[in-house]
């Protein structure tokens, strides 16, 4: 069984052609092998190399503050209300993706046009991404 083992998975093209292996050799082999399965979630993993963006930068009263890789993208436009004689005070506003293909699009634009993305402000942001297609969420 070791050599064989090692030989499928030396040349198995996916899970499915391995599964097959073992099944068939329990057509030959009953009662010598117990294939147990089960489904686990997965986790999205950037390689090493993989350049991720984080930026900073106002307009005004206004900030904002960007992260971007390719599975993901956050964006906080923090607004400064109150003045005039009125106590001032941030409200935050929070941007995500809607789905991991939305951070995607988003950080293959982002890649191309890093310099222009510090020009704009929280509408520009939200008409460059309904212009791409990209879904997201907010709070």
Known sequence: MDSMSRTILDYARNYD????????????FPGEIEIKE?????????????????????????????????????????DLFGGGGKPSF??????WPAKKQDALVFYGWLKDNLNK?????????????????????SH
């Open 17 to 28: 052609s391995i599964k097959a292996f073992f099944s068939d050799l329990l057509v030959d």
């Open 38 to 78: 089960r489904q686990e979630r997965g986790i999205d993993v950037l390689l090493a190399t993989t350049e991720t963006f984080k930026l900073e930068w106002s307009y005004g009263p206004i900030k904002l503050s960007l992260e971007a890789s390719p599975l993901d993208f956050s964006v906080k436009n923090s």
């Open 90 to 95: 941030r409200q935050d506003t929070l941007y």
């Open 117 to 137: 993305v510090e020009l704009m402000n929280i509408n520009d942001l939200r008409k460059l991404w309904a212009s791409l297609g990209v879904h997201y969420d």
